[in-house]
């Protein structure tokens, strides 16, 4: 049997985690000297009242090698065989730690381990891809085939409500986040070859630069590939998302539209009333 486990950053939901059997590997985040794992003992809304409290900003680390040389060492013993997503390499040492564990255990025949190039949901549209190959009976060598072919075809983008987060964590300056609240800019950061950069910036309240983000999309998402889009956000308001929610699905083009809250590493970096659309080209 093919099993499919991924580092926590795909910020998949509860839901779609047991509806596609997969195995999450948590990251570590940590508020001063407390440490914590993602997603397991800690969630979003703790991670900000600290950081609004304190003014600082959590720090995150990737998996021990200790720790996921247990989960595989664990499923390795049940019998499956591995496919395992992590975070872009660019981005966390996750995917290294991964490689190391596989090398450890000697199982690279067993156990394959893929960059995604990317962060969030852009990660779980490959993971849920790859999990739908696994339940066809592919073998790990086919999944991991198909999913480079698919990987650079992913496409991540977000709205930023608020530049503080990124300048608390040394990637914004302190001028540029004042300038910023001052301005209502809001930022629209996109995931190309493994890193993020900014691409252009809006102006205005949050609900109005989400819903142009959105509509500014529409070309792209009616040549998308038709299965699912993903709606992930930090702590956006409902109603904002609920409107999101309903204009992909005026679109009449995809078969899901799936909303899933950014877990605690993203959320650290990224800030409340973020969003984003996910999709695969």
């Known amino acids: ?14 839901e779609l985690i047991k509806k596609y059997d997969i195995g999450i590997i948590p990251l570590h985040v940590y508020l001063g000297n407390d440490e914590y794992l993602d997603g397991v003992n800690i969630q979003t809304e703790k991670i900000y009242q600290w950081s609004n409290s304190t003014g600082s900003t959590p720090k995150t680390s990737a998996p021990t090698p200790e720790e996921v040389e247990t989960v595989f060492k664990k499923h390795l013993d049940n019998g499956d065989d591995l496919v395992v997503f992590t975070i872009s390499s660019l981005m966390s040492a996750s995917n290294n730690v991964c490689r190391l564990a596989v090398e450890s255990l000697n199982a690279s025949d067993r156990i394959v ?12 549209l490959l993971v849920l891809e790859a999990a739908e190959m696994a339940h066809e009976g592919k073998d790990i060598k086919t999944i991991e085939s198909e999913i480079l072919k698919l990987r650079p075809k992913v496409r ?5 409500d608020t530049l503080v987060f990124l ?11 004042m300038f ?6 809001h930022p629209r950061i996109v995931v190309e070859d493994g890193s993020m950069h900014s691409d252009r910036k809006y102006r205005g309240n949050l609900e109005k630069v989400i819903l142009k983000y959105t509509e500014e999309l529409f070309p792209l998402l009616q040549l998308a590939k038709p299965k699912r889009v993903f709606i992930t956000h930090s702590e956006c308001p409902e109603p904002i998302v609920s409107k999101v929610k309903g204009l992909l699905e ?3 083009h995809f078969k899901e539209v799936l909303v899933t809250k950014a877990g605690c590493v993203v959320s ?4 409340p009333g973020t969003l984003g659309v996910l999709y695969i080209e």
């Open 156 to 160: 991540s983008s977000f709205i930023i």
């Open 167 to 177: 300048h608390r964590g040394g990637r914004c300056s302190g001028l540029a986040a």
């Open 1 to 14: 049997m093919v099993r499919i486990l991924s580092d926590s950053t795909c910020d998949l939901s509860p």
């Open 268 to 271: 650290s970096h990224c800030g």
């Open 180 to 185: 910023g609240s001052v301005l209502k800019l």
């Open 113 to 124: 381990v893929i960059d995604s190039a990317n962060l969030s949901t852009g990660i779980s």
């Open 250 to 252: 005026s679109l009449n």
